[in-house]
């Protein structure tokens, strides 16, 4: 009997097909889904051998659809595929309880018909993008999915994505975009260069998916998906120099990445073998063994941030590693073997070739410093041939003549480095060189006259002004054939250049310095055309020699001041209208002078003026070192004087800067609060008062300030004063005891300036009796509020005193027509 047991895999199936076969009547046939016609419907035909009147059993139809008649398989109703895609039937047929025949396996396949919608998997679909730094586009951070219930096979379950609406539709209606196989979401490259949570942080996309692949005709579903804009954090990593050869202990850390816009896996990706750098789940990266300079000096890691998919968050970041060298390399040749051909009549000097070397260890080092040396020749020769220049390499001709030189060289050349003293290293290489035959065709123009050309005087130097070219009939690629392009006059102050293009024999004129319409305005360039080898037959003609002729086109050019910025220094104090310096300018275009307006920017407060005509700038009042804070700055604008109603002056700028030289001009003063001071009528050991002063001129002029008293001795008796540094000074007791009372004590403060000014103040000082402690314990006559008239009167006679003495001592000077400043005489302050 064959296998009986129903299959409902494709794979089990056909595995049980394969095995009826050869023992097994198998009969296949395709039914439409949905079958709209009459039934029964009529499937398959038995074979013959099963026609007659017999007992047939039918296993395999679960759903009782199926029946046979008069030699037929038929069906009672229509086939959905989606519940049951294909059945194996077995027909059994029996006579009289014995088989007729083995039994017949059917298989039917059901072909599917389009008759589902395709379905979102989500209802509710949403994702998040990041902006800044590495958001890419065509990266997908979300993928929408949809199912068709429809034979997957078939057209009918070939489902495509489209995006059809963003809203808002700000800065862009074009911010995002969607696979149309994978449904995958990303940014568009114009939304990777917009995207920007402050402006807009969620954005709502209507979606379709429909069924049919490319067809128009299909079905279709609509689906709303959320987009969060969130800011990036993906952090650029710094450089980080390994030394090779480290000892450990391994892995070591080296720097670390970080994702925190979601769950990150991290991935590493350079030129690298498997597993020398590592990164952790947190981000940290490290490196697990030593490092081998010479195998690879510099390493570009690639850092990835990727969701659990697989699918990346951003643009990759790029740790820089380098590498540190010892030195353990041999200088090793570009080649081992260098060919030139050497023209017979080459002169002394004449270079040949250069052989270079490179060595792995560090550069600008002795390690990888190389000299080169011709340690052999051959065949020999009785005077030296050729010379190498150690440092570059370069093989030139020493001989005075290759005249009865043979016609093959061949040269053993050494490159060693500059570590050799100290047990370095050196390789070899072979030069041979062919003498060749001379040149004797001179190269032609192609045209002997090139422009006239107008170019622009406000022209941007490397500007292509043609392109020359010349022909030689010598052996393309020889010397003989190569052709040197030269300016041979015309080309006063190097204003162009020639750039050549030694493959096609060609050169490039191009514009090397600005032109100047004032000072020429046109240039007739000469250029010659001389083969790279020496010309030995004939000479250059005038077709070796073309002239190109530029014309120089006038542009209004702006006005141009003596200097950049201009500094100055000036005394403060000095009268209103004091010139402080003159500014100079000049129009390229009126060299012989249309005269420039000037004026002044920045002057807020008006401390200067500028003569318009002259650039003469005076000050406008008299200046304060202290108000305008020691340096003033401001601008001064030279503008042309239009000479026309339809000219547009053009102007210049330049800063100008003026130094306030300071002047002593302020009297010290003392700072500070004494009322609550005090000292003790016993004198105690280390008593004293702190005062302080300042002076509001500079250093310079202020300096060290000096503390001292008047002339009167029982001031000089019962005080003393010691100074700390240039702003204070300790004021102590000179006796070992006073009356307890308030003391008027005289202090004079004198500034290092030039002239020096000082001035008086009558500093209050407490005496009173203290405690064992040192507190003040008694009260003591205030010479502060209302005075006692005892007090008051002695105040007013000793006032009145001062101003005698005063008066009396400036009628003696007056009267011995003393030759002292007066200013020069400090003020007595009782204040």
């Known amino acids: 009997m064959c296998p009986t047991s129903p299959a409902k895999g494709l794979a089990f199936l056909n595995f049980l097909l394969l095995l009826a076969v050869g023992t097994c009547e198998v009969l296949k046939s395709?039914?439409?889904?949905?079958?709209?016609?009459?039934?029964?419907?009529?499937?398959?035909?038995?074979?013959?051998?099963?026609?007659?009147?017999?007992?047939?059993?039918?296993?395999?139809?679960?759903?009782?659809?199926?029946?046979?008649?008069?030699?037929?398989?038929?069906?009672?109703?229509?086939?959905?595929?989606?519940?049951?895609?294909?059945?194996?039937?077995?027909?059994?047929?029996?006579?009289?309880?014995?088989?007729?025949?083995?039994?017949?396996?059917?298989?039917?396949?059901?072909?599917?018909?389009n008759d589902n919608f395709p379905q979102f998997t989500k209802e509710s679909m949403s994702g998040i993008v990041f902006s800044g730094l590495g958001t890419k586009s065509g990266s997908p951070f979300m993928q929408v999915q949809a199912t068709d219930l429809d034979d997957p096979a078939t057209p009918h379950a070939d489902l495509r994505y489209s995006l059809v609406s963003q809203a808002p539709a700000e800065p862009s209606g074009n911010m995002f975009q969607i696979?149309?196989?994978?449904?995958?979401?990303?940014?568009?490259?114009?939304?990777?260069?917009?995207?920007?949570?402050?402006?807009?942080?969620?954005?709502?996309?209507?979606?379709?998916?429909?069924?049919?692949?490319?067809?128009?005709?299909?079905?279709?579903?609509?689906?709303?998906?959320?987009?969060?804009?969130?800011?990036?954090?993906?952090?650029?990593?710094?450089?980080?120099?390994?030394?090779?050869?480290?000892?450990?202990?391994?892995?070591?850390?080296?720097?670390?990445?970080?994702?925190?816009?979601?769950?990150?896996?991290?991935?590493?990706?350079?030129?690298?073998?498997?597993?020398?750098?590592?990164?952790?789940?947190?981000?940290?990266?490290?490196?697990?063994?030593?490092?081998?300079?010479?195998?690879q000096a510099e390493f570009q890691i690639e850092v990835f941030a990727e969701s659990p998919d697989g699918t990346a968050y951003a643009d990759s970041l790029t740790l820089a590693v380098t590498v540190g060298d010892d030195n353990d390399n041999a200088p090793v040749f570009s080649q081992q073997l260098y060919q030139a051909d050497l023209n017979e009549l080459a002169v002394q000097e004449t270079e040949i070739l250069r052989v270079q070397a490179t060595d792995a260890d560090a550069p600008a080092t002795d390690n990888s410093k190389i000299v080169y040396r011709i340690a052999s020749q051959k065949p020999e020769s009785k005077e030296s041939l050729f010379r190498m220049d150690r440092e570059s390499g370069a093989i030139t001709v020493q001989a005075a003549s290759l005249h009865g030189a043979a016609t093959h060289y061949t040269l053993e050349v050494i490159a060693e480095d500059l570590a050799g003293k100290k047990g370095g290293h050196s390789s070899t290489c072979t030069v041979i060189l062919d003498i060749v035959d001379v040149n004797d065709r001179p190269p032609v123009f192609s045209q002997r006259k090139y422009g006239p050309f107008k170019v622009p005087e406000d022209t941007e130097t490397g500007f292509l002004v043609t392109k020359i070219t010349a022909s030689d009939e010598d052996k393309p690629g020889t010397d003989s054939w190569l052709v040197e392009f030269k300016i041979e006059s015309g080309n006063e102050g190097e204003i162009f250049e020639l750039q050549a293009d030694r493959e096609n024999n060609a050169a490039s004129v191009i514009l090397k310095k600005e032109l100047d319409f004032e000072s020429v305005q046109e240039y007739s360039l000469v250029l010659s055309a001389r083969n790279v080898g020496a010309l030995v037959a004939g000479g250059y003609g005038s077709d070796s020699t073309a002239t190109v002729l530029v014309q120089v086109v006038n542009?209004?050019?702006?006005?141009?001041?003596?200097?950049?910025?201009?500094?100055?220094?000036?005394?403060?104090?000095?009268?209103?209208?004091?010139?402080?310096?003159?500014?100079?300018?000049?129009?390229?275009?009126?060299?012989?002078?249309?005269?420039?307006?000037?004026?002044?920017?920045?002057?807020?407060?008006?401390?200067?003026?500028?003569?318009?005509?002259?650039?003469?700038?005076?000050?406008?009042?008299?200046?304060?070192?202290?108000?305008?804070?020691?340096?003033?700055?401001?601008?001064?604008?030279?503008?042309?004087?239009?000479?026309?109603?339809?000219?547009?002056?053009?102007?210049?700028?330049?800063?100008?800067?003026?130094?306030?030289?300071?002047?002593?001009?302020?009297?010290?003063?003392?700072?500070?609060?004494?009322?609550?001071?005090?000292?003790?009528?016993?004198?105690?050991?280390?008593?004293?008062?702190?005062?302080g002063a300042?002076?509001?001129?500079?250093?310079?002029?202020?300096?060290?300030?000096?503390?001292?008293?008047?002339?009167?001795?029982?001031?000089?008796?019962?005080?003393?004063?010691?100074?700390?540094?240039?702003?204070?000074?300790?004021?102590?007791?000179?006796?070992?005891?006073?009356?307890?009372?308030?003391?008027?004590?005289?202090?004079?403060?004198?500034?290092?300036?030039?002239?020096?000014?000082?001035?008086?103040?009558?500093?209050?000082?407490?005496?009173?009796?203290?405690?064992?402690?040192?507190?003040?314990?008694?009260?003591?006559?205030e010479m502060m509020g209302k005075p006692t008239p005892l007090s008051a009167l002695g105040l007013l006679f000793g006032t009145l005193g001062m101003l005698g003495l005063v008066v009396m001592i400036g009628l003696a000077k007056l009267k011995a027509k003393s030759t002292d400043n007066p200013e020069k005489i400090p003020l007595n302050n009782s204040a």
């Not at 450089?239 to 970080?258: D, H, K, M, T, Y």
């Open 30 to 113: 395709e039914v439409p889904e949905n079958y709209g016609g009459n039934f029964p419907f009529y499937i398959v035909k038995l074979p013959k051998q099963a026609l007659g009147s017999y007992h047939f059993t039918l296993t395999g139809d679960d759903e009782g659809v199926f029946g046979v008649d008069s030699g037929f398989l038929y069906a009672t109703a229509p086939f959905d595929r989606e519940k049951h895609p294909s059945y194996t039937l077995q027909v059994s047929v029996t006579d009289k309880g014995q088989p007729v025949i083995d039994p017949i396996t059917i298989y039917i396949q059901v072909k599917d018909k």
């Open 179 to 295: 696979h149309s196989l994978t449904g995958s979401v990303s940014l568009t490259a114009e939304g990777a260069r917009l995207l920007d949570p402050e402006k807009c942080n969620m954005y709502h996309l209507k979606v379709t998916v429909k069924d049919m692949g490319e067809e128009s005709y299909a079905h279709t579903a609509e689906g709303i998906v959320s987009i969060k804009v969130m800011e990036n954090t993906w952090i650029p990593l710094a450089p980080v120099n390994l030394q090779e050869n480290q000892r450990g202990p391994f892995p070591q850390r080296i720097s670390q990445a970080q994702w925190s816009g979601g769950p990150a896996v991290y991935r590493l990706k350079g030129a690298f073998s498997r597993g020398l750098f590592t990164i952790s789940s947190e981000g940290v990266i490290s490196v697990t063994r030593p490092l081998d300079r010479e195998a």
């Open 555 to 691: 542009v209004n050019e702006a006005p141009v001041l003596s200097q950049e910025v201009y500094v100055e220094s000036v005394e403060e104090g000095v009268p209103a209208g004091t010139v402080v310096l003159t500014v100079q300018g000049s129009d390229p275009d009126t060299p012989l002078g249309i005269a420039l307006r000037y004026s002044l920017k920045g002057d807020t407060n008006e401390w200067f003026i500028i003569n318009e005509y002259t650039g003469e700038i005076k000050t406008a009042r008299v200046l304060d070192r202290e108000v305008m804070e020691g340096t003033y700055t401001m601008v001064v604008v030279a503008e042309e004087r239009a000479v026309s109603p339809n000219s547009t002056p053009m102007s210049v700028t330049a800063a100008v800067t003026i130094n306030i030289k300071d002047v002593n001009d302020n009297y010290p003063h003392l700072v500070g609060d004494y009322s609550q001071k005090y000292m003790c009528s016993l004198q105690r050991e280390n008593q004293s008062i702190i005062i």
């Open 694 to 781: 300042t002076d509001r001129d500079v250093q310079e002029q202020s300096g060290a300030l000096q503390f001292s008293f008047n002339n009167d001795p029982t001031v000089r008796r019962n005080w003393r004063l010691r100074p700390i540094n240039g702003t204070h000074a300790y004021l102590s007791m000179g006796l070992s005891y006073l009356v307890p009372q308030v003391y008027m004590v005289p202090i004079i403060i004198t500034d290092s300036g030039t002239p020096r000014l000082e001035k008086q103040f009558n500093l209050p000082v407490t005496v009173c009796q203290c405690s064992e402690r040192g507190n003040c314990r008694t009260q003591v006559l």
